[in-house]
């Protein structure tokens, strides 16, 4: 029954995110094997789990194949060439859309994330991680705790393409992690490296809200609330520091209130950064649905969304952008202004422009829509 529940598990993971969905299983499992030495565990359990999920993996590539295949012939081998070839190979090896840079300087990126994405459970993760390498040997779900964390974040670490999101896989590895060391106890000190960890965190969470507060006047109140949640939260976590239980209950308790006040009061007010939901409503309102859309210089999946069309067409240089622009038919052009001015002036006719802030790459840009209506 396991096996089969972990098959139809790896089998829609499959169809989500495609092979790269196999890789946090294998490696936990794997790696959890190798570091895996006896004691209250036997040693043959590690293998016998690790022998039951490559059972798994081969049952669930096979359903996964019942689809893949019929849909790389519908496509005419585009599933092959673009889903695997270049958004999961090439994407290892090639920095995609600027998400990526020198690989010395990107190696320690996602320590990086995981230091302010999982505040404020940084607090305990050092001693977690310390107690995991001293039970690994002697107990299999310690040793696949510490192995789920290590080997995706390695594998992660050295490709190409890096996005915050891409270790978002470790986090019920890293939450288990500080489970192990509420659960063990502990007693906060200044020499922990993990009260260094928490405060750097709360004092750059506490610096990002002032700076809200007097960029955007609209989020002032949301932010007081969550700066005084935030601060009360420091002080009642050194007040109990002694207290496990206690500081669990104080951090789950503000997160709550966090992401409540963030998503119900904070979140909406922002949404008019976002330059894309009205350029998506320009193009919907001043064009037919059967009309082609393209895109230069902005890749982003948040236009294909807003704009609920046939899949937009993604320009990868100026030659290409000057062929589209000539093509017979209607059509709409969505590029930044920064990129348009650095080609040649296209018989395109702009009707549109918005600025905004782009969330994935942190830039301010301003985006321009042009109409393409050349004589079939």
């Not at 299983?25 to 030495?37: D, E, K, M, Q, W």
């Not at 790389?72 to 990526?100: K, Y």
Request: glycine share 8%; aromatic share 10%; proline share 7%.
């Amino acid at each position: 029954m396991l096996v089969s529940g972990l098959v139809l598990a790896l089998a829609t993971a499959l169809l989500t995110k495609g092979p790269v969905a196999l890789l946090v299983p294998i490696l936990a499992v794997a790696g959890g094997a190798v570091l895996h030495r006896g004691g209250s565990d036997p040693s043959w359990r590690s293998w016998s789990i690790a022998r039951d999920l490559m059972v798994a993996v081969t049952l669930a590539t096979g359903l996964f194949a019942l689809w893949a295949i019929p849909a790389n012939a519908a496509t005419g081998g585009r599933f092959l060439i673009v889903g695997i070839g270049r958004e999961v190979l090439q994407r290892m090896v090639v920095p995609f859309e600027g998400h990526g840079g020198s690989f010395i300087l990107t190696l320690p990126l996602y320590l990086v994330v995981i230091v302010v994405g999982f505040c404020p459970w940084t607090l305990v993760l050092p001693k977690a991680i310390r107690l995991l390498i001293g039970q690994c040997r002697s107990s299999f779900g310690s040793a696949l705790i510490l192995a789920w964390i290590a080997g995706p974040l390695a594998l992660m670490s050295v490709v190409a393409t890096k996005l915050p999101h891409y270790i978002l896989p470790l986090w019920p590895a890293l939450s288990l992690a500080a489970a192990v060391a509420l659960v063990a106890g502990f007693e906060l000190n200044w020499r922990q490296f993990g009260v260094w960890l928490f405060l750097g965190g709360a004092g750059g969470g506490a610096l990002a809200l002032v700076w809200l507060a007097m960029v955007f006047p609209p989020a002032r109140l949301a932010s007081f609330v969550m700066l005084t949640v935030l601060l009360a939260s420091v002080g009642a976590v050194w007040r109990f520091r002694s207290r496990s239980m206690a500081v669990a209950t104080v951090l789950s308790s503000a997160m709550v209130a966090h992401v409540v006040v963030a998503g119900v009061w904070l979140a909406p007010l922002v949404e008019v950064f976002k330059p894309v939901p009205r350029v998506a409503a320009v193009v919907r309102s001043e064009t037919g649905s059967d009309v082609p859309v393209a895109c230069y210089d902005f890749a982003e999946p948040s236009l294909v969304f807003y704009l609920q069309r046939p899949p937009v067409e993604m320009l990868s240089s100026a030659g290409s952008v000057h062929e589209w622009a000539n093509e017979p038919g209607p059509g709409v052009l969505v590029a930044t202004r920064e990129a348009l001015d650095c080609i040649e002036a296209l018989p395109l006719e702009e009707f549109y422009t918005d600025e905004g802030l782009n969330y994935v790459k942190g830039q301010w840009i301003e985006l321009v829509v042009l109409r393409r209506d050349n004589p079939p």
